[in-house]
């Protein structure tokens, strides 16, 4: 054990002065085949967990991931790594909560630790109308078997105690409910746990190549045109999350959907002080603390559409005075960078999870601001669509042709603020 133990000491100090030459690689770096059993547009968190899924579910071992940049360098790391399933309709709490139940033991499956930290999710009412909303999702999220539960004041200042509480405040918080099983996990960690994980399985990584076009005859897909050369595959899923218009264009048709930035920060670290996830939908803010002592925070979209990563000053601003309403003590806390994401966000607030007019070619989009929390169960359902050409029963709500039915899944209210 001494000899192990020094062998790892002596290893440690010898690579972290190799800045990283001999290391091995994480997943490989291939050049492109010809074709493809399947291809999924685009390497963040949602389209790597559809190859992993499609590789260890269904056996789709020749499927190819396509990203123009890095992985993971898109929304998956342009969150605030929150996850819960206390959602209110029934449709949206069975796929979140399947995405929760597949995170709890995410780290065993993938060989790799995400850095779960199921701390609970506090929401918390200022008025009698938030409190009566409150009680309502309770009672909804408690029947589809989701945790999910009341808390009184005293209690609520047990597990956050450094929270403004005053009555004499100028938004005085009455109540709050809490999802015990939500929490925060690491964001780079779930991208880079699924692209190893995938590759293991067989799965090829194409980093910086970028679909330039789509080639469809007689109303099917035969594949995608890249900065790397055409790539045939009779089946491909698009999961580009702020992109998908721009990709649905490609195939010639439109969706109902707008893309958003979404703003973030994060301050200079502190010690541990807030171990739990906090958010107001009337003051419009949520915050938690990252295991390197940041307080992450940020609010809604900006009220534009655009696909800028920088966003607006107001927004932060807002965000600001919203923060040390309910944290006093933050006021003197130092922001120590910001940044911004896109979002895409469907009339209903739902996603779109299916087959679309050209056979083939199947979306995955519209998570807006719930994307990251969505990942494991959101690959899991997207691969089951691609292999079987039929959605998952979890996924069929999220059809695309639910605009044209009318059968909405309306979750502005359950999204809350942006997260």
Not at 75 to 93: K, Q
Not at 222 to 228: A, Q
Not at 359 to 364: A, K, P, R
Request: aromatic share 8%; proline share 5%; with cysteine.
């Amino acid at each position: 054990m001494k000899n192990k133990k020094r062998y790892s000491i002596f290893s440690l100090a010898r690579n972290a002065h190799s800045y990283h030459e001999n290391w091995a690689e994480a997943w490989r770096s291939p050049e492109p085949k010809a074709s493809y059993d399947a291809v999924i547009i685009g390497g963040g968190g949602h389209g790597l967990a559809s190859a992993y899924y499609l590789a260890k579910e269904h056996g789709l071992n020749n499927v190819a991931v396509i990203e123009k940049g890095p992985i993971g360098l898109g929304n998956t790391g342009r969150n605030t790594t929150i996850i819960r399933s206390n959602y209110l309709w029934d449709e949206s709490a069975a796929i979140y909560e399947l995405s929760l139940k597949l995170y709890e033991g995410l780290s065993q499956d993938l060989n790799y630790n995400i850095m779960l930290s199921q701390r609970g999710l506090i929401s918390i009412g200022h008025t009698q109308n938030d409190m009566r909303e409150i009680r309502r999702r309770v009672n909804a999220i408690c029947l589809n078997g989701i945790d999910s539960e009341m808390l009184s004041l005293a209690e609520l200042h047990e597990l956050a105690p450094i929270l403004n509480l005053s009555p004499n405040s100028r938004y005085p918080v009455i109540g709050a409910a809490i999802q015990r099983r939500g929490g925060v996990a690491r964001h780079d960690a779930v991208a880079w746990g699924y692209a190893r994980a995938a590759d293991d399985r067989g799965v090829d990584i194409l980093q910086h190549t970028e679909v330039t076009g789509l080639r469809i005859q007689g109303g099917r897909i035969e594949g995608v045109e890249t900065s790397r050369g055409f790539i045939a595959a009779p089946k491909v899923g698009v999961a580009v999350a702020g992109h998908s218009s721009i990709l649905a264009d490609m195939a010639g048709f439109r969706l109902p959907i707008q893309s958003k930035p979404l703003q973030a920060l994060v301050s200079e670290p502190l010690k541990p002080i807030f171990n739990t996830v906090v958010m107001s939908p009337t003051v419009h803010v949520y915050l938690s603390q990252s295991d390197r002592g940041e307080l992450v925070m940020g609010a809604g979209t900006d009220g534009y559409n655009s696909y800028s990563q920088r966003g607006s000053p107001y927004v932060l601003e807002d965000i600001f005075a919203a923060a040390v309403e309910l944290f006093p003590i933050f006021s003197r806390v130092k922001m120590m960078r910001q940044w911004g994401g896109i979002v895409d966000i469907c009339p209903d607030a739902s996603p779109i999870v299916g087959k679309t007019p050209i056979s083939g070619l199947y979306l995955n989009c519209g998570w807006g601001t719930g994307g990251f929390k969505a990942i494991p169960g959101s690959g899991y359902v997207f691969a089951h669509t691609i292999a079987q050409d039929e959605p998952h029963e979890i996924a069929a709500p999220f059809s695309l042709d639910r605009f044209t039915t009318g059968a909405l899944i309306d979750e502005h209210g359950a999204a809350g603020v942006a997260h």
